[in-house]
């Protein structure tokens, strides 16, 4: 209805071509509007997709207080060295009583946020589950298109079962620290699981030996190729940042050169198609179920960039002709 | 989805008193507000670029060091200079009242001073933020 009368509108279209110059207003506005479920935002993103998927996507995750924040002020700084122009989506949770949220991870991050190549943006869940916002991913093409070359997500301070990072990132970091908590706790399943990177921070704190052979014990190995390396940081110092920049640069070459990358782009589509699925699907009381020969088609569609997630499940659900 | 009000708070200069910022932050997240909060010892230069990353529709200074006359109307200068003087700015702190005309000239849409309830200063960003999109 509103969704389709707000494509053409010159707004958009004037906020798109600015963003892709380079202007952070038209960013930030963007993403406001995502956030709010404008229909000029869907627009938009419909508009900018195909330009995205330049960024290298890394998710950073772990229980608060573990200096997800510290250590993503610090990566800042290197990769800005390296000359990478980097972006930052960082989550903190919403109320559920009053819908209120302080969003406070600019604070460690203000001496990186006086440089003109990175954007960061604070996010609010807004009642989304699993560590992230729903407008999350759509904010980091958004910094995509904007031009950055690295997008770093951080999750809300996330306990055992937040996930989904993993499906959507390009590279997840499982942030701890020492002493929170035994082997047995370790040995769970859920958020140990996920990292491609693990990272003991607030390494000079006691424990930090037997959390990390803790962790060597239990860490998976996802892919073929690819051991995920256990690493100790003191990012309040900056101990061992540059060993986790290199890592994290060496985890993209490998997801690279291994065609990884294209396994979990599809990966990626799918998660999100299957998201905005449910989400159009409900909005729209449309009780008319998408087959699965359709919606693998669908994904292989959304991984490849021939079209945009929201629309691949406006086309699954018959409100959207192919075209 | 309604529009979320989102505002920051921030702390212009040297003074490291953040109480009673943070105080305020509280009670604006309790009235359903996005707040974002910045740190101490921010430039009105670092306030207007996050203000400006942050797509906020007001920002709430607080000083009580005695340089509201400078910082203020600077952070007012930057934002309209980024052409982002829509930005509703409204100021807190140990501030003598004969202060509070001169900054409003300055561009300040709102000053609070000491005693000042925090069911006004929250009704005050819940109407402000009502600026067309």
């Known amino acids: 209805m509103k969704a389709r009368a707000a494509g053409g509108r010159p707004s958009t279209a004037k906020l798109v071509v600015s963003l892709q110059r380079g202007d952070k207003r038209a960013a930030a506005r963007l993403i406001s509007l995502i956030e709010d479920d404008e229909p000029a935002a869907r627009a938009a993103l419909r508009a900018i997709y195909r330009h995205t998927g330049g960024a290298h996507v890394v998710g950073l995750t772990g229980p608060p207080g573990t200096g997800k924040s510290t250590l993503i002020s610090r990566l800042l700084k290197e990769f800005r060295a390296r000359g990478r122009k980097v972006g930052v989506i960082a989550v903190d949770p919403t109320s559920p009583f009053t819908g209120g949220a302080i969003l406070g991870d600019r604070v460690r991050m203000a001496e990186a946020s006086r440089d003109p190549n990175v954007f960061i943006r604070s996010m609010a869940t807004r009642g989304y589950p699993g560590g992230l916002a729903l407008a999350t991913f759509d904010?980091?093409?958004?910094?995509?298109?904007?031009?950055?070359?690295?997008?770093?997500?951080?999750?809300?301070?996330?306990?055992?079962?937040?996930?989904?990072?993993?499906?959507?990132?390009?590279?997840?970091?499982?942030?701890?620290?020492?002493?929170?908590?035994?082997?047995?706790?370790?040995?769970?399943?859920?958020?140990?699981?996920?990292?491609?990177?693990?990272?003991?921070?607030?390494?000079?704190?006691?424990?930090?030996?037997s959390m990390m052979t803790n962790l060597r014990l239990v860490v998976p190995s996802h892919g073929k190729g690819w051991k995920p390396p256990v690493l100790r940081t003191v990012a309040s110092e900056g101990t061992g940042v540059k060993d986790l920049a290199d890592k994290l640069e060496a985890h993209w070459r490998h997801l690279n050169e291994s065609g990884e990358r294209v396994a979990r782009e599809r990966a990626r589509a799918e998660t999100e198609l299957r998201g905005a699925l449910a989400e159009v699907a409900l909005r729209r009381l449309a009780a008319k179920p998408a087959s699965e020969r359709r919606l693998r088609a669908a994904t292989e569609r959304v991984a490849n960039r021939t079209v945009d997630v929201r629309t691949a499940a406006e086309e699954l659900l018959g409100n959207r002709r192919r075209g | 989805m309604p529009k979320k009000i989102r505002v920051l708070m921030a702390k212009p200069g040297l003074d490291g008193h953040d109480r009673g910022v943070k105080v305020i932050a509280r009670a604006l997240r309790d009235a359903g507000i996005e707040v974002i909060y910045t740190g101490l010892r921010q430039s009105p230069e670092d306030i207007a670029a996050a203000a400006i990353e942050e797509d906020v529709d007001a920002i709430g200074l607080s000083c009580l060091s005695g340089a509201h006359m400078t910082l203020f109307p600077r952070v007012v200068q930057v934002l309209r200079k980024k052409k982002a003087g829509d930005i509703v700015v409204a100021g807190g702190g140990i501030i003598p009242p004969e202060d509070v005309p001169k900054l409003k000239k300055a561009g300040l849409k709102e000053v609070f001073g000491p005693g000042t309830s925090l069911q006004e200063i929250v009704d005050f960003f819940q109407k402000s933020a009502g600026r067309p999109r």
């Not at chain 1, 997500?153 to 990072?165: D, F, L, M």
């Open chain 1, 139 to 209: 904010a980091v093409r958004v910094l995509e298109a904007l031009g950055m070359d690295l997008v770093f997500v951080e999750t809300v301070g996330a306990g055992q079962s937040e996930v989904e990072i993993a499906k959507r990132a390009h590279t997840t970091v499982v942030v701890e620290m020492p002493a929170s908590g035994d082997a047995v706790q370790i040995l769970k399943a859920g958020i140990l699981e996920i990292g491609d990177v693990y990272v003991v921070n607030k390494a000079d704190l006691e424990g930090a030996d």
